[in-house]
Each structure stands twice: as structure tokens, then as C-alpha cells.
């Protein structure tokens, strides 16, 4: 049961233009004199939808750019490590915690399906050669 002050028909649509602006939270929060807990709430009750903005630095992607080359395991490992050195940091907010563990998460990931992806690329080197030998092998009987 809601608890803080109800809301005006006013302020329900003011939050519906802050929003479809692309205010962040704590923007909307301030400018309807809420907390930011009380309006993410509200959101919620209302179903609306929430856009991140770029200036958050975090943004829902629905198009994954792949790159020309696959990075190697040492830039993998590199990351892994980055993200490892970074996360030793005092002071770190929850999110840039979890923006962390979802780089090395990412980066393990990465570093073992490349693996495999190498070592099946060897394997079927090696049966295109052994089939290249036995097509040679076929023409001499």
C-alpha cells in the first residue's frame, strides 16, 4: 500500500512528458519533488516504459556490431584482468560492481569458446588433410 503523499493526474502526466524526454530518474525525481524509489515505483504501477539516455553510459542494445577479427585470448585475458585490477578499487557504486562482473563473466566466457573455436578449426584442418590423403591414396588404386 502506498504510503508517501498521492499522486495528481498532473504529476502522472508531467512524469509521462519527463519520461518521453529521455530524463533520467534522478532528474524526474527532483523536478516532481519525489524520492527516486517513489517514482520508479510509479513507473511500474503505470507500465510505462523507460529509455535510458546515453549520458547514464548504459543503454539497451538491439544491435550488436561484430568485430572484423576475433580478439585473441591474450586480449581476452587482458580484460579479465582490467576488470579483476578495476573491481579492487575502493568506493565502487553497485552498478559499475556489476557492470565488472559482467565484463570478466564475458571475458571467461569469451576466452573458452575461443578455445574450443581453435581447436575445432584444428581439427578440421587435419580431416581436410587426412581426406586430401586418402582422395590421393583412392587415384593410386
Known sequence: MPR?????AEEEKQLKELLDAGHPLSVVAERLHRKPTAVSMKIKRLG???????SRRSTTTTEVKL?????SVEEALRMLAG??????QPGLDKVEVQRLQVVATLARTYKDILADYLDY???EAELLELRQKYEELAKRM
Do not use: I
Open 4 to 8: 508517501g503523499k498521492p499522486w495528481t
Open 48 to 54: 510505462l516504459e523507460v529509455v535510458v539516455t546515453e
Open 67 to 71: 568485430p572484423e577479427e576475433l580478439p
Open 83 to 88: 576488470a579483476l585490477e578495476r573491481s579492487c
Open 121 to 123: 578449426r584444428r581439427v
